[in-house]
């Protein structure tokens, strides 16, 4: 077949598509279908609302009993000035003074 | 368009009775054009439902009242394309449940009870469906919307928004797809 045979083709295809005319019941039928799926978006928005709700007050909950059981965790974070000085233990006195320990003499004068 | 940019309006402000009007002013251009996507008149006044309802709740997002129209085409060539592929599916569990003989069967004594003009169309629409059958769904509603909806290019790229060229190689392959299988069926004595 060629390009014609097939635009010939897609005419009479055209053709046997019957024009379909709406039934009595389009409008009613159409307006029963936005309904029930502007209800079923409603019952899931509820729920949706719910699950948001019940999600927040049991983060809560967990927060609470957090801090309840752990006291610690109220303490104030400490600083970098605070971490320098907890971090400055005896270790690194000794390996201070090691190094100057091992320090050469200063040569004898002639 | 069909109807005045005011009316898009009051019915994009949730006027039931202005999209009422909207819907009475295409439902026969929205049949018809999916009548001619989908090739099977008993399901279209379902599909073309599903276009409405869809647009009811999509009205909020149109840009502007002066693109309706494109907007209503592309809600229509998706709700086509979603038929299509439910189709598909369900006839292929459908088929799996017959035998090849009580299939013929099926289709002779339903032909039988139409006249022969009514056959002659229907013998046309197998062999288009048939065809189609060696293209993707998409570019079978592509094909359907350029050569049997008469649509121009410019009309294409705003429902689909790609570019005219793309579009153009799209359809030449489309095209060229549905030739070869015709010619295919005409070799082997099926057509």
Same mark, same amino acid.
């Given at each position: 077949?060629?390009?014609?045979?097939?635009?010939?083709?897609?005419?009479?295809?055209?053709?046997?598509?019957?024009?379909?005319?709406?039934?009595?019941?389009?409008?009613?039928?159409?307006?029963?279908?936005?309904? =029930?799926?502007? *209800?079923?978006? /409603?019952?899931?928005?509820?729920?949706?609302? %719910?699950?948001? +709700?019940?999600? #927040?007050?049991?983060?809560?909950?967990?927060?609470?009993?957090?801090?309840?059981?752990?006291?610690?965790?109220?303490?104030?974070?400490?600083?970098?000035?605070?971490?320098?000085? =907890?971090?400055? *233990?005896?270790? /690194?006195?000794?390996?201070?003074?090691?190094? %100057?320990?091992? +320090?050469?003499? #200063?040569?004898?004068?002639? | 368009?069909?109807?005045?940019?005011?009316?898009?309006?009051?019915?994009?402000?949730?006027?039931?009775?202005?999209?009422?009007?909207?819907?009475?002013?295409?439902?026969?251009?929205?049949?018809?054009?999916?009548?001619?996507?989908?090739?099977?008149?008993?399901?279209?006044?379902?599909?073309?439902?599903?276009?409405?309802?869809?647009?009811?709740?999509?009205?909020?997002?149109?840009?502007?009242?002066?693109?309706?129209?494109?907007?209503?085409?592309?809600?229509?060539?998706?709700?086509?394309?979603?038929?299509?592929?439910?189709?598909?599916?369900?006839?292929?569990?459908?088929?799996?449940?017959?035998?090849?003989?009580?299939?013929?069967?099926?289709?002779?004594?339903?032909?039988?009870?139409?006249?022969?003009?009514?056959?002659?169309?229907?013998?046309?629409?197998?062999?288009?469906?048939?065809?189609?059958?060696?293209?993707?769904?998409?570019?079978?509603?592509?094909?359907t919307l350029k050569e049997v909806e008469g649509l121009s290019l410019k009309e294409l790229e705003q429902i689909y928004h790609v570019k005219e060229n793309a579009l153009k190689v799209r359809l030449f392959r489309?095209?060229?797809?549905?030739?070869?299988?015709?010619?295919?069926?005409?070799?082997?004595?099926?057509?």
């Amino acid at each position: 077949m060629s390009e014609r045979g097939l635009d010939d083709l897609f005419e009479r295809y055209r053709a046997a598509c019957p024009e379909v005319e709406p039934g009595p019941n389009f409008m009613p039928s159409l307006w029963q279908k936005i309904e =029930a799926r502007q *209800s079923f978006w /409603s019952v899931f928005g509820r729920f949706g609302k %719910r699950l948001t +709700t019940a999600s #927040a007050a049991l983060c809560l909950l967990l927060l609470a009993l957090n801090l309840f059981f752990s006291p610690g965790a109220l303490n104030v974070i400490p600083t970098y000035a605070d971490a320098l000085m =907890a971090d400055h *233990s005896a270790e /690194s006195t000794d390996y201070g003074e090691a190094i %100057r320990s091992n +320090t050469p003499e #200063a040569p004898p004068e002639r | 368009m069909l109807v005045e940019p005011e009316l898009i309006e009051r019915a994009r402000a949730a006027d039931g009775q202005a999209f009422n009007q909207i819907v009475l002013a295409y439902r026969k251009r929205i049949l018809g054009t999916i009548s001619r996507l989908i090739g099977r008149p008993e399901d279209v006044e379902d599909v073309a439902q599903e276009v409405f309802v869809r647009l009811y709740y999509s009205l909020d997002q149109l840009r502007a009242a002066e693109v309706f129209e494109p907007w209503l085409y592309r809600l229509t060539v998706n709700a086509a394309y979603d038929y299509l592929r439910r189709r598909k599916r369900r006839a292929e569990s459908r088929m799996s449940d017959l035998s090849e003989q009580q299939v013929l069967m099926a289709d002779s004594a339903a032909g039988l009870k139409q006249d022969e003009s009514e056959r002659e169309k229907g013998r046309v629409r197998d062999l288009m469906n048939s065809l189609f059958q060696n293209v993707s769904d998409e570019d079978r509603l592509l094909l359907t919307l350029k050569e049997v909806e008469g649509l121009s290019l410019k009309e294409l790229e705003q429902i689909y928004h790609v570019k005219e060229n793309a579009l153009k190689v799209r359809l030449f392959r489309a095209r060229q797809r549905v030739l070869k299988a015709y010619n295919m069926a005409s070799e082997s004595g099926r057509i």
